[in-house]
């Protein structure tokens, strides 16, 4: 039943503690994960393009599974189970990781870890699509519970800088373990929705109207491309530095620099894509990211790479926050765990493309000329965005916010027309039927 859309909606505090901690403890597992396995990875032998390989059997891994796994939950009604099971079996993966002698092996284990992985995530998003359904609140719930992670990801790779030991091979897939489990049981104290637990989900009946929504479609195209070149630019990032005589500590300060830089601007684009739209800070992300994936090939001392972590926030803040809601607004009551499972399928794809096409041109030519091919892809993904993709929520029309802009900042008109509609889309607003078939911010639980 469709429910009127209520302008705020705030998860409980019990809800947003366990979420938080969950996503600290995780991300914090992340940082190691991110910052320091390709270079274990590469002392134990492994060449750039079989790295590339693993991370695109990781990924491949994700995008195969997360549609069937998140129509499986929406069928059940239940988030929190397969999300505390799959952490706790992640984190025993990485004990194993030390096992392994071979390729082929690598290759066995990175594909669990690649489902369980994508699985947590994917569910982790719809439980907060769930309690946010109905609202025009889904960006800042996702916003203010997300920082935890990237402060995780900050303590970690703080921690890898001032005991760097933490990092080296004896110690790393330990710490990485421990996380993950913890970050799974984190998750115990948060509820889910009454309804949707006791609610028969009939989910078939609105999965044509997901899989055929041509503004979803193209949405998720613009942001593949987006994302492989984020992916491939992140995974060669260490090994980049190194080459330029970075050390340890100041790849981990690297990398947790970007975490820190991500948080304020996480926090305000969460309410900020709810009261102006979700498409003009992903027009900001889709645009800014090219520019700083040409910034890195041009580096030449590994202090200047923190100038350019400084877009961080501008590119992967605005980038999560607006495709987790772009895409919640379009996914039907039924289908929310199955519209959040689309959305990681492309991501894990992008992560399967872009550390393998990155690693194939950086052993062929050199990395920094990797990222001015990534630079050149993203540039193509963020004009087709800007030139075709409308806004996703049904009452955050172009004509509507422009018209509450520009009364009082009449200047800003023509940037706000750029930013919240198409340059070569229909104008306007969405019509009342597009509304109703395509916006779900009047789904109910």
């Known amino acids: 039943m469709d429910e009127p859309i209520s302008p705020n909606t705030n998860l409980r505090p019990r809800d947003r503690i366990g979420l938080s901690a969950h996503y600290f403890f995780i991300f914090a597992a992340l940082g190691f994960v991110a910052t320091f396995l390709p270079l274990f990875l590469r002392d134990r032998g492994l060449t750039l393009t079989q790295i590339g390989a693993l991370s695109a059997i990781l990924a491949l891994a994700g995008a195969g ?8 939950s929406d069928r059940i009604g239940r988030r929190k ?10 984190g025993g993966l990485y004990l194993l990781l030390g096992r392994i002698q071979s390729f082929p092996g690598f290759c066995t284990l990175y594909f669990a870890i690649g489902t369980l992985f994508f699985t947590i995530a994917t569910l982790t998003n719809a439980l907060i699509s769930d309690w946010t359904a109905g609202t025009r609140s889904t960006g800042r719930n996702f916003g203010i519970t997300r920082i935890w992670g990237s402060l995780g990801f900050i303590a970690s790779l703080v921690v890898a800088s001032v005991v760097p030991k933490v990092s080296e091979s004896g110690n790393l897939l330990p710490a990485i373990t421990v996380l993950y489990w913890i970050g799974a049981l984190s998750i115990i104290p948060v509820t889910e929705p009454e309804r949707r637990r006791h609610e028969p989900q009939p989910i078939l009946k609105d999965l044509p109207k997901l899989l055929g929504n041509a503004k979803l479609g193209l949405f998720l195209a613009t942001f593949l491309l987006y994302r492989i070149c984020e992916n491939g630019g992140i995974s060669f990032l260490s090994i980049y530095l190194r080459n330029l005589d970075a050390s340890r500590s100041l790849i981990a300060l690297a990398f947790a620099f970007n975490a820190l830089v991500e ?3 996480m926090v305000w684009v969460g309410g900020a894509s709810d009261r102006i739209g979700r498409r003009p800070p992903l027009v900001i992300a889709f645009l800014t990211n090219p520019l700083r994936l040409f910034l890195y090939s041009l580096l ?3 202090a200047d790479v923190f100038f350019v972590q400084l877009f961080h926030g501008l590119t992967f803040s605005f980038a ?3 495709s987790l809601a772009f895409v919640a607004d379009l996914s039907p009551g039924r289908l929310r765990a199955t519209g959040q499972g689309l959305l ?3 991501s894990a794809l992008a992560m399967a493309a872009g550390p393998f096409l990155g690693g194939l041109v950086a052993d062929r030519t050199s990395i920094s000329a990797m990222y001015v091919w990534l630079a050149a892809i993203a540039l193509t993904g963020g004009i087709v965005f800007l030139l075709f993709v409308r806004e996703s929520h049904p009452e955050l029309s172009a004509e509507r916010l422009a018209a509450r802009i520009s009364s009082r900042h009449p200047l800003l008109r023509p940037v706000v027309r750029i930013l919240s509609q198409p340059l070569l ?11 109703d078939s395509e916006g779900t911010g009047r789904v109910g639980l």
């Open 344 to 346: 990681n399928m492309v």
């Open 263 to 265: 948080i304020p601007f």
């Open 81 to 90: 189970p397969l999300v505390i099971g799959g952490g706790l079996i992640l």
């Open 65 to 72: 599974t997360q549609v069937p796994l998140g129509m499986l």
């Open 300 to 302: 030449v001392r590994p």
């Open 320 to 322: 999560l926050v607006g």
């Open 425 to 435: 889309g229909r104008a306007g607003g969405l019509r009342q039927e597009e509304r």
